[in-house]
Antibody, heavy 121, light 107 residues
């Protein structure tokens, strides 16, 4: 059974750093593209970052480029999101998700339960 | 970046109603579009991928159609458990943008 479990959220001051983890089970993170999606309180979904399964190339939303880094540790089967220079507008629930490729398209088929990041002084 | 415009943003409907939500892309995305359902405090759930393919376990009252820039999600007969917010997402090119969401409320 595929499961994703995020952790690492919490309260951080503006300008601070936080590292989110997403522990995967039921599959290998090195074999699938993965992503992070966030949702600010009362707002819609915002795609944040993605990493390819093979090769591990990465992509970022303009809003986080240069501040956030996505990575993975295959020995721990875990996806990470290192968040630096945090701003109030980064306050959100952060979800990790597995990207699946299907004929004619792809999708985020599996999602974690989310972890809340609050940036405030 | 590709923009996705969902309409309507809010929709009031009754059990048994036919509901249609539209998602328009600012440029062509072939069929690289997915639909998700989200309930308060929960993670999104995949409903449809490749614009029209029903995800395993999703009731057949949900259907998707479209290609290129215009897409629709239809619920043929709204059920009590369908009151939720629905999002489209394009996975044609980075960044993988989402539509603004459509909240389906009880009339």
């Amino acid at each position: 059974e595929v499961q994703l479990l995020e952790s690492g959220g919490g309260l951080v001051q503006p300008g601070g750093s936080l590292r989110l983890s997403c522990a995967a089970s039921g599959f290998s993170v090195s074999s699938y593209a993965m992503g992070w999606v966030r949702q600010a309180p009362g707002k819609g979904l915002e795609w944040v970052s993605g990493i390819y399964g093979r090769g591990g190339s990465t992509n970022y939303a303009d809003s986080v480029k240069g501040r956030f880094t996505i990575s993975r540790d295959t020995s721990k089967n875990t996806l990470y999101l290192q968040m630096n220079s945090l701003r109030a507008e980064d306050t959100a629930v952060y979800y990790c998700a597995r990207r699946d490729y299907e004929e004619g398209g792809s999708c985020y088929r599996y999602w974690g339960q989310g972890t809340l990041v609050t940036v405030s002084s | 970046d590709i923009q996705l415009t969902q309409s309507p943003s809010f929709l009031s409907a009754s059990v048994g109603d036919r509901v249609t939500i539209t998602c328009r892309a600012s440029q062509g995305i072939t069929s690289y579009l997915a639909w998700y359902q989200q309930k308060p405090g929960k993670a999104p759930k995949l409903l449809i991928y490749a614009a029209s393919t029903l995800h395993s376990g999703v009731p057949s009252r949900f259907s998707g159609s479209g290609s290129g820039t215009e897409f629709t999600l239809t619920i043929s007969s709204l059920q009590p458990e369908d009151f939720a917010t629905y999002y489209c997402q394009q996975l044609n090119s980075y960044p993988f943008t989402f539509g603004g969401g459509t909240k389906v409320e009880s009339k």
